[in-house]
């Protein structure tokens, strides 16, 4: 009696992992590990690597010109608006 590795049904090609959202793809990679799997899950883990890390964007910082006066938000003063002191 020889033991045979179960076929699997999708052939998962690190192309077609690509085409997958992002927690599709971690849900593939934590079922990958489940039935230990290791050539599907570096699939993922490389896919996954490719893409950008999502989370809270980052914040465009802006370096104030040299001569430049810096603006602040708020109400202005009377003075500021020409009115009575």
Do not use: F, H, Y
């Amino acid at each position: 009696m020889s033991i045979m590795r179960q076929t699997r049904s999708v052939d998962w090609t690190k192309e077609r992992i690509a085409a997958l959202a992002t927690p599709e793809v971690k849900q593939l990679r934590a079922n990958a590990e489940r039935l230990n799997d290791p050539e599907i899950v570096e699939r993922c883990n490389e896919v996954l690597s490719e893409r950008p890390r999502s989370g809270v964007p980052k914040r465009k910082t802006t370096v104030a010109k040299p001569g430049s006066v810096a603006r602040t938000r708020g109400k202005k003063k009377d003075s500021e608006l020409g009115g009575a002191a």
